[in-house]
């Protein structure tokens, strides 16, 4: 005891003369250096895999850039949005392409902020209003459907098809009607929707169009005869930074568009629905900080404090966009690597096909996929391949909600007859419900790991 008492003490004396004689930025860069050493020694350890070992479905795929990055907002102590937020919406804009992106705390939040731009009243006629309808799908994650219902918007639900797993555009003209205002779906685990239809189809009938893009961050879609991400075919384009997803901050979400009125209708539902576009800590940008005339207030009234949308506080900190600066650097490999671990994981499952129906991409696209697909076909019962693959150390989800109408959120709506609508029947995402199941293509899987899940797979269906 007193040998480690001893040990301790000459610790803390070395740790009180460390930074003597040194200024602040010397300081701050031997912190970033032994935060270097400690992530490559206890986090960046290549562990060999073990057959039977757990294979999760998506897990973070980080090195020491990432924590120096996180330490070093930390040591900032600004904590709020800041320099490095602003560092992530260029490169994250210039990567996509748009001239448009908002930071915010989760996909979820991007999926409402995008939907409450297209409620403000700048936007004129256009404005969604509550009773408006919203064409969209059941089969999927429920914050691309929850904001309409929140605000009073019908969701108008379509099927979708199998194995795209994506809306039916056969059924766009069927689910219109005179209230329809605007299309929100999202490009399934990777896979685009067919935008070619879907963009075609709004514009004949003057909608918006929201591409739900938390699954499918680096997939590519020609229109055109042009190569476009997704996220950015639309009026606005929403991702998620969740650590399953294909880049991380933690939490955290974006908003982008190339729209200069939606990007500020977009920034003012972020910023609380202030008027004012000045950052945190910044003040009278505008250099009319005190001489204008808002609505009834007084003349001069502080234009940091207009609020011309009734709007919330969503921002990311700092150090979440810390993080994502250093993962948007080698986010274009996260992309390469999950199209190779797909591919791979597809050709160890061609020969079960006529147990399982194997994913396909959209027609025209290039998907960066979140994760592989299976549909199990008649005789094959899901729930047993799925305990056969989950026993064998192999994680797996279902489609989502797989028909969020059937969901107990849904109960008073469905008892009451209101509040939403179907289109025909939902065959496709009924099947997908009862068969469907996915397993991770995530960049951290090693070639072992792809076959060794396309064994189990294989296995599963056979015995």
């Known amino acids: ?115 409450m731009a297209l409620t403000s009243p700048l936007l004129g006629e256009r404005q969604v209003r509550p009773g408006d309808e919203m064409i969209t799908v059941a089969a999927g994650f429920p914050t691309t459907v929850t904001p309409a219902i929140q605000y009073g918007v019908v969701p108008v639900f379509v099927d979708v098809t199998i194995p795209q797993y994506n809306l039916d555009v056969t059924q766009l003209e069927a689910a219109l009607s005179p209230k329809t205002k605007l299309v929100m779906a999202a490009h399934t685990l990777g896979n685009p929707f067919d935008l070619g239809e879907v963009k075609k189809f709004c514009d004949k009938h003057g909608l918006w169009l929201i591409e739900d893009n938390c699954d499918a961050l ?81 003349l001069g009234y502080d234009h940091k404090y207009v609020y011309s949308h009734f709007g919330y506080n969503l921002k990311a900190t700092d150090m979440q966009a810390a993080i994502g600066c250093a993962q948007i650097e080698k986010f274009p490999s996260f992309v390469e690597r999950r199209r190779q671990n797909f591919e791979r994981l597809y050709k160890g499952l061609e020969n079960v096909q006529k147990k399982l129906i194997l994913p396909v991409p959209c027609e025209n696209s290039v998907p960066s996929w979140f994760g592989f697909l299976l549909t199990c076909r008649e005789g094959v019962e899901r729930k047993r391949v799925v305990e056969y693959v989950e026993d064998h150390g192999v994680q797996t989800r279902m489609l989502f909600a797989g028909n969020l109408t059937k969901h107990p959120c849904f109960d008073q709506m469905r008892a009451e007859g209101n509040g939403y609508r179907i289109v025909g029947e939902l065959v496709n995402t009924d099947r997908i419900m009862n068969d469907t199941f996915w397993v991770g293509v995530y960049p951290g899987m090693t070639d072992e790991m792809i076959d060794y899940m396309a064994e189990v797979i294989t296995d599963a269906v056979r015995s």
């Not at 500020?264 to 505008?286: E, H, T, V, Y």
């Open 1 to 115: 005891m007193e040998q480690w008492q001893g040990a301790m003490e000459g610790m803390v004396i070395r740790m009180d003369n460390l930074f003597e004689n040194m200024t602040e930025q010397q300081a701050r860069e031997q912190i970033l250096k032994l935060v270097e050493e400690y992530c490559n020694t206890y986090h960046n350890q290549k562990k060999e895999f073990v057959r039977g070992q757990r294979i999760p479905y998506a897990s973070r795929v980080y090195d020491s850039r990432e924590m120096t990055n996180l330490v070093d907002s930390a040591l900032e102590f600004w904590l709020t949005s800041g320099r490095y937020t602003a560092q992530f919406e260029k490169a994250f804009a210039d990567y996509l392409g748009v001239k448009f992106c908002s930071l915010v705390n989760s996909g979820s939040s991007a999926n409402l902020i995008a939907f």
């Open 218 to 298: 680096g997939s590519k879609y020609v229109i055109d005869g042009k190569e476009k991400f997704t996220g950015t075919i639309g009026d606005v384009g929403t991702s998620s930074f969740y650590p399953p997803h294909h880049m991380t901050m933690g939490e955290g979400g974006a908003v982008y568009t190339n729209n200069p009125l939606l990007h500020k209708c977009i920034r003012s539902f972020r910023d609380w629905g202030r008027d004012c576009i000045c950052a945190s800590g910044q003040d009278n940008l505008c250099g009319h900080r005190f001489d204008r005339q808002f609505g009834k207030l007084p």
